[in-house]
Nanobody, 123 residues
Framework: VQLQASGGGLVQAGASLRLSCVDSRRTSSNNGMSWFRQAPGEERGFVASISWRGDSTDYADSVKGRFTISRDNAKNTLYLQMNSLKPEDTAVYYC?????????????????WGQGTLVTVSS
């Protein structure tokens, strides 16, 4: 497994979680990375993206101001800090490595995907 996501769990609304994604095979060298999520019965959707250098980020409107994406290239690790969680944030969260060095919301521009980590937010 090239990308290993972790950090999910069951929390109450308003709580925070920090997701991590370790890129064990350095698939993200010179590549952007993102988080996507998939709720039951829904398609996988874009959450946040970060460029290779970390100087550019992009967020879905639904998480702007609450989630922060970051990366530590020295540790080959991607993060997603999630604050003020809502029940509608409940989903399996996936990390992914882009085909480009910049940010993108397009799923087919991603080559490698992690196995996902479940986030459940209770009301």
């Amino acid at each position: 497994v090239q990308l290993q996501a972790s950090g999910g769990g069951l929390v109450q609304a308003g709580a925070s979680l920090r997701l991590s994604c370790v890129d064990s095979r350095r698939t993200s060298s010179n590549n952007g990375m993102s988080w996507f999520r998939q709720a039951p019965g829904e398609e996988r959707g874009f959450v946040a993206s970060i460029s290779w250098r970390g100087d550019s980020t992009d967020y879905a409107d639904s998480v702007k101001g609450r989630f922060t994406i970051s990366r530590d290239n020295a540790k080959n690790t991607l993060y997603l800090q999630m604050n003020s969680l809502k029940p509608e944030d409940t989903a399996v969260y996936y990390c992914a490595t882009s085909l480009t060095s910049t940010t993108t919301q397009t799923r087919n521009r991603y080559r490698y995907w992690g196995q996902g980590t479940l986030v459940t937010v209770s009301s």
